[in-house]
Nanobody
């Protein structure tokens, strides 16, 4: 069982930046970020595999950067040029082998105001 602990959410003005962190209690294969805005379904944001490979949602390409530190079992999401539509609860997700995400964090709120 892997536990995920997120941090770094907050309130920021449009155009600003935030950095989210997610620390896993054990070794993971893929780690990613999802978000859920009020009244909307949870959506994929970005993911990074342990060895190589990364993927972004079109809505965040060029603005968000995902990185990971395998030694610390931690993934980061650097969010720049934030927009009000980025407002959501951001969830960290991970798996131990390729496939569906098995583990989820508790979520961290990101609010972008104009």
């Amino acid at each position: 069982q892997v536990q995920l602990v997120e941090s770094g959410g907050g309130l920021v003005q449009a155009g600003g930046s935030l950095r989210l962190s997610c620390a896993a209690s054990g070794r993971t294969f893929a780690m990613g970020w999802f978000r859920q805005a009020p009244g909307k379904e949870r959506e994929f944001v970005a993911a990074r595999w342990r060895s190589d490979g990364l993927h972004y949602a079109d809505s965040v390409k060029g603005r968000f950067t995902i990185s990971r530190d395998n030694a610390k079992n931690t993934v980061y999401l650097q969010m720049n040029s934030l927009k009000p539509e980025d407002t959501a609860v951001y969830y960290c997700a991970a798996n131990e082998v390729a496939g569906a995400y098995e583990y989820w964090g508790q979520g961290t709120q990101v609010t972008v105001f104009s």
